[in-house]
Each structure stands twice: as structure tokens, then as C-alpha cells.
């Protein structure tokens, strides 16, 4: 089954052409089907490349999904057209009344600043808070990671001494619903100046660490009601993803190491992908038991 998105919608052609199955709202309401309501919060400043990553995994799913995509309405990001956030995206005010069955609320290049300091911290904590009360379940990734373990659990986030940078070994730590059919060591991306306080996380009895890194740390971890799913790293990122923000920290000057584990070549051009089937488990999974079996039909 597909996920319902516009058909204008750039991720629209790009997943069609990888025979992902996507459906415009004009075909979707012709079908008698409850679809999966999923709420995307998008926080990167390269909007239109994370849509597209994140539709694709929420795509490889048996079930009919609708996605609304959001913005923040108190900070407005400089690297998207106002006319593409306009066309596709709405504001949280706009839906704050309704039910979503499941949610993503993504990293943000934030993560050196306190938390209090993001300029939209005030309306996310709103947003974290509508979550718990409105959502059935909610995927909080690397930044967003953070900020709910912060919000939610009082953990701080801790600086680290290098950017942790490149496709780590993850290894599964429980049998969990999340990580059905996942190998014992499996891949993630990481993208990082910051960590969580694991030893916070570990003795806190609200949540559970399903995978960890003996490099990258906590991996995924969840909260003991099921409702906060915490990817530290980055699974939705594609192919190439890495090789350009290293390329851009590059432009800026900026201290950079290469990418660990990732460039296949010395040249630094070819990316042998490692995570791309543990990243389509963890959403796949995530929809089904997380979301789906859960969620009454009429929320």
C-alpha cells in the first residue's frame, strides 16, 4: 500500500522512480481504507532532502499512509522556499486539535546550544507535550533525540570532543519488537558534536536502551510506555548524505575528519551502503507494532 502524498511534492517523482509505491489525495479518497495518520515535524535546514528520506522509509509499509508534513510557526528556516513550505507544509498551531497515529520530530543543526536558547524551544515543548497526549507513538531523532530525553526525563545532552561522524556498528541489546529481524550487529549512521548522558539513561527506569555502539553509545532507546522511540543517529540518511556534509564542512573551512567507515574509495567519492535494510526495519517495525497494531480505527 502507499503513502498519500501531493503529487507536486518533489519526494513525490524521486520515490516513484524507485518503485515505491506513492499516491496522490485525489486517488487515496476513492479507496474505503482508514489510512495511518503520521505527523512529520521536519527540523533540518535541507527540508526537501529530508522529507524524501523519511517518506521513503514510511513508504515500505503493506499499510495506506497519510503524511502531514510540519514547521514551526515561531522560527522560520532560510534554506527552503517560502513557497514549498507554504505548498506542503503546515504549521503545528493549524493541527494542534487533531489525533496523528504516529509522529517523527527530526534533528535540528542546533545541538551546541542549550536547549532553552533554540529560538523555538517554547513551541517544541508544546509539540513534545501534544505528542504524549495526541500521538500514539513518536520517533524522536539525533537533536530531537536530545531534546526529549531533556524535556521529558531531565537528561542532558554532553559535548563531545570530536564530531561523531560516519556508519557505526550498532549491536542489539534486547529482543524488542523494534528490531524484529534485525541481524545481532546491524549499521547507523551519526551526525554529532553532542551525546546523551548514558549513564542518565541507563539508571532512568522510564526508559529502556534496545541497541548501542561500542563507539557511537546509546543507539536507540524507548520509553517503558512505548509512546518515545530515541534514535540517536541518523538511519533515515541516503547514500550520499555524509559525503555532503563533509564536503560542506570542507567549503567552510571547518575542522572535519573523513567519515568513519563510510567512503569505499580513496578518492572519497563511493559509498558502500551499509544501513539501508536496518533503517527500513526499525520504521517498518515501527508502524506496525508501535502504531498500527495499537491504534484504535477511530482515534
Not at 62 to 87: A, F, I
Request: charged share 25%; proline share 4%; net charge positive.
Amino acid at each position: 500500500m502507499p503513502i498519500i502524498i501531493p503529487k507536486a511534492l518533489p519526494a513525490y517523482d524521486i520515490l516513484t522512480k524507485e518503485n515505491i509505491f506513492v499516491m496522490n489525495a485525489e486517488r487515496a479518497v476513492a479507496q474505503d481504507i482508514r489510512p495511518i495518520e503520521i505527523a512529520v515535524l521536519n527540523l533540518m535546514p535541507t527540508k526537501i532532502d529530508t522529507e524524501t528520506q523519511l517518506l521513503r522509509l514510511i513508504g515500505n509499509t503493506p499499510l495506506q499512509v497519510n503524511v502531514t508534513l510540519l514547521k514551526t510557526g515561531s522560527y522560520k528556516g532560510r534554506n527552503t522556499s517560502e513557497e514549498h513550505l507554504e505548498k506542503f507544509y503546515k504549521n503545528f498551531s493549524s493541527v494542534k486539535h487533531r489525533h496523528f497515529d504516529g509522529m517523527v520530530i527530526t534533528g535540528a543543526p542546533v545541538e551546541t546550544l542549550a536547549f532553552e536558547d533554540v529560538l523555538y524551544w517554547n513551541e517544541l515543548k508544546e509539540i513534545m507535550d501534544f505528542a504524549d497526549k495526541m500521538v500514539t507513538s513518536t520517533i524522536y531523532i539525533c537533536w530531537g533525540a536530545q531534546a526529549a530525553l531533556y524535556y521529558h526525563y531531565g537528561i542532558q545532552k554532553v559535548a563531545l570532543a570530536s564530531k561523531m561522524f560516519g556508519i557505526f556498528p550498532v549491536k542489539k541489546l534486547v529482543c524488542d519488537p523494534l528490531l524484529k529481524g534485525m541481524d545481532d550487529v546491524f549499521y547507523i549512521p551519526h551526525s554529532r558534536h553532542t551525546a546523551v548522558d548514558e549513564k542518565a539513561v541507563y539508571d532512568c527506569n522510564a526508559l529502556k536502551v534496545l541497541a548501542a555502539s561500542e563507539r557511537a553509545g546509546i543507539s536507540i532507546a524507548k520509553s517503558a510506555d512505548d509512546k518515545k522511540i530515541f534514535l540517536t543517529g541518523h538511519s533515515e540518511y541516503d547514500r550520499f548524505t555524509l559525503k555532503k556534509e563533509y564536503e560542506r564542512d570542507l567549503s567552510k573551512g571547518l575542522k572535519i575528519s573523513l567519515p568513519y567507515n563510510y567512503f569505499s574509495d580513496k578518492a572519497c567519492q563511493n559509498v558502500k551502503m551499509k544501513w539501508l535494510s536496518a533503517a527500513n526495519l526499525i520504521f517498518y517495525n515501527w508502524i506496525n507494532y508501535y502504531v498500527y497494531q495499537v491504534t484504535p480505527y477511530n482515534f
